[in-house]
């Protein structure tokens, strides 16, 4: 009797042992710098806005938060290194609708899968989207954009994130409901591609409006649809993409961040709080409004949900534009 409580009272102390450091770590979390990967380039909406978030959420960590570019591909460069990173909490992932929800349908082979290789944490928020023009180029309307891309077959080009990305699919939705030749141009982000149109090298952009902005208000770039449920206040003139006969293709880009897949719960926990505080923050919010995104917090849990259900409309999108699959 008393050798057999020795023995559980020694399996229980010898548990306690082998237990306590990960326990302790999560206690302790953070101790050192945090890295965020952000699969984009420098100065596009998305990284303007995460690195507005950082002061504050060092404040809330105890600890810098060093943003880590790693734009190409249609966010594959990015997420495979996020996904590959340790299991620490130490690398967080600024993950997106291409990373996430469309790359499985549009690669055949993809070195990361979104399903297993990630912890959700917090979806962030959505991007309200621009289509513009060059204010050289002789559109002022979808309409107009339809009749001049079919009256020169060879002479638009899109600017887009790469083969696989929601850019690429709209243009090939476009080409196939209208029966046009447009091609799309890979950049690495919204900044490029911003310039990009701007100089005239490609002819047709869609980004987040806080790309655009200040070229639309300046004269150099022109906008003749908006993607969102309802027109921009500060374009009320420029109609929706509904509006503007283009409804039938149904995606909205939306931002969020995850941590490679084993991360502990209570490291979890600890993150979410520190990103639902800061962008919960007044001040926040109207860093985020004047880049046009809109906030779409969620629950680590509800996250999973949101994912499934998204790659879920994903495949469908992609089954709709009739994308055949890259190598």
């Known amino acids: 009797m008393h050798s057999t409580i ?79 990173a340790p299991a620490d909490g130490y690398t967080l992932c600024a993950v997106y609708h291409a990373t996430m929800s469309f790359n499985p349908f549009m690669f055949e082979k993809l070195p990361y899968d979104p399903a297993r290789d990630f912890t959700p944490i917090n979806r962030l928020f959505y991007v309200t989207e621009g289509l513009v023009v060059p204010a050289a180029l002789p559109v002022r309307s979808v309409a107009e954009l339809r009749a001049y891309a079919k009256a020169h077959p060879d002479a638009v080009n899109f600017g887009t994130l790469g083969s696989g990305s929601l850019q690429e699919l709209l243009v090939a939705w476009l080409n196939r409901e209208w029966g046009t030749r447009m091609v799309g141009v890979p950049y690495k982000g919204g900044g490029p591609i911003a310039n990009a149109v701007t100089a005239g090298e490609i002819q047709l952009a869609q980004m987040g409006l806080g790309n655009f902005i200040g070229l639309i208000q300046s004269g150099q770039l022109r906008a003749i649809a908006v993607a969102g449920g309802q027109r921009s206040p500060q374009l009320p003139d420029v109609p929706t993409m509904a509006e ?28 979410h709080r520190a990103f639902t505080a800061v962008f919960q923050d007044p001040k926040m919010v109207e860093v985020m409004q004047t880049r046009y995104v809109e906030s779409a917090l969620d629950t680590p849990e509800q996250f999973v949900r949101f994912l499934a259900q998204d790659r879920q409309a994903a495949g469908m999108l992609v089954e709709l534009a009739r994308v055949p699959k890259q190598p």
């Open 6 to 84: 020795r023995r559980a009272g020694f399996v229980l102390a010898l548990t306690a042992c082998v237990l306590s450091p990960a326990v302790q770590a999560q206690d302790d979390y953070p101790t050192r710098p945090v890295k965020l990967i952000v699969p984009i380039a420098p100065g596009s909406v998305t990284d303007v806005v995460l690195r507005a978030a950082t002061p504050a959420l060092a404040q809330q960590l105890g600890q810098p938060i060093v943003v880590e570019n790693r734009p190409g591909a249609s966010g594959i460069v990015g997420a495979e290194a996020c996904a590959k």
């Open 244 to 271: 503007s006969g283009l409804g039938g293709f149904p995606s909205r880009p939306w931002w969020g961040i995850a941590a490679p897949a084993g991360t502990p719960s209570g490291i979890v926990a600890r993150i």
